[in-house]
Structure formats: structure tokens, C-alpha cells
């Protein structure tokens, strides 16, 4: 029964949420470095195309709208990347804590109400846009450079929600499994407090036994 008790206790000893963490940590590193990755051509392509569409608009080229949204669409990408990247990387810190199910229910609700701020932020931005290109202040250059940040912004929203869908998703998943390591956790307590009931119980009941003869016929002796 002793032997039973320490190996019990050696195994409830055990981190519990150790292995659920490390296996997610592997899952989020593996996001993170495909984001990475992409990063550099979408960066040079950003760049390029937005050149290539200064200069297309400034000499009435034909092709200048076609450039233009390419110019758009390219820096929408690079900056998608980022919004998910930043995104990720904020989480992780998040969950370096171990939080516990509320705290990160709470930390989503932050994430939400934040984007929600950024999109109204963005929208008043096209509306100022739209009064600035009416009265015709600004040179083609500025135009484009304000169309270029009205898409980036717009961009890191879609990627910060994006990568907040992922996110979710894991979150649903990582408490699922700390509460099945936390269920599996308290039935090993539970064996373990047994063991010792069982153990000080048999324990006593020797002693009972051993006073009794001891008190009955003188015999003393410890086995």
C-alpha cells in the first residue's frame, strides 16, 4: 500500500497543463513563421507596385487605374499579413500568462471592441478622403499615398479579425483540454487521498489489534 501511495503521489505531482500548452505553442509557432515568411515578397511588391502606379497616374498613362489597384491591393496583403502577425504575437503573450477560460473570454471581448474602434476610425478617414479629393487639394502623390493608408488600415482589420477567427477557435480547443487534463488531474487526487485513508485506516487497525493482545495477554512485541 506505501509503494502504491508514492507512485501515486510522484505522478499527480506532474505539471497538468504543461503538455496541452507546449502542443499549442508548437501550433502558433508554425503560424508564426509561415507569416514571416511571407512578409518580404509582399513588402517588395507593395513597394513596386505602388511606384509603378505614381508614375502610370502622373503621366496619364491608360494603364493608371489598373496600377492603381494593383498599388491598393497589394498594399492590402502586406498589411493583412501584419494585422495577423501583430495579432498572434499579442495572443501569445496573452496565453504566456496561462490564463484561465474568463480571463481570455475577456481578452477576446478587448480584441473585438478594438476592431470596432479601428473601422469606425477608418471610415471617417474615406469621408475626409472623399471632401479633400472633391475640393481638388492635394497632388496625385498624396492621393495615392492616403488611398494607400485607408487600405493598409483597412487591411490590418481584416487580418486581426482573420487571425482572431483562428484564434478562437484554438482558444475553444486549448480549455477543452485543460479541463479533460484538469478531470484526469482530480480522479488521480482522488485515488491518491484514498490510498491514504485506505493506508492510515489499515495502519490503525494493525495498532488496535497489537494493543488489544498486548492488553489481553502481555504479548507486546511489534511484528
Sequence with gaps: MRNLVVMLLLLVTA??????????VKVWDARDQSYRSERGTLETNAQSSASRALESLVSDDPAGPDDLVMALTAAWSLSELVGRGQT??????????????ALSE?????????????QSEADMVERQMNVLRDRGR??????????????????????????????????????????????????????VLLALSTAARDSQDGVQRWSADCARGGNCSRR
Aim: aromatic fraction near 10%; avoid cysteine; charge should be positive.
Design 88 to 101: 498572434l504575437y499579442v495572443f501569445r503573450e496573452h496565453m504566456g500568462s496561462k490564463p484561465s477560460a
Design 15 to 24: 505539471p497538468v497543463q504543461a503538455s496541452t500548452y507546449k502542443d499549442f
Design 106 to 118: 475577456a481578452w477576446m471581448q478587448g480584441k473585438v471592441d478594438e476592431l470596432r474602434r479601428r
Design 138 to 191: 492635394g497632388t496625385v502623390g498624396e492621393w495615392i499615398a492616403a488611398l494607400e493608408r485607408l487600405s493598409m488600415m483597412r487591411g490590418t482589420i481584416a487580418g486581426t479579425a482573420a487571425e482572431l477567427v483562428l484564434i478562437n477557435q484554438n482558444l475553444g480547443s486549448y480549455y477543452r483540454a485543460r479541463s479533460e487534463e484538469q478531470a484526469a488531474s482530480a480522479a488521480l487526487w482522488g485515488s
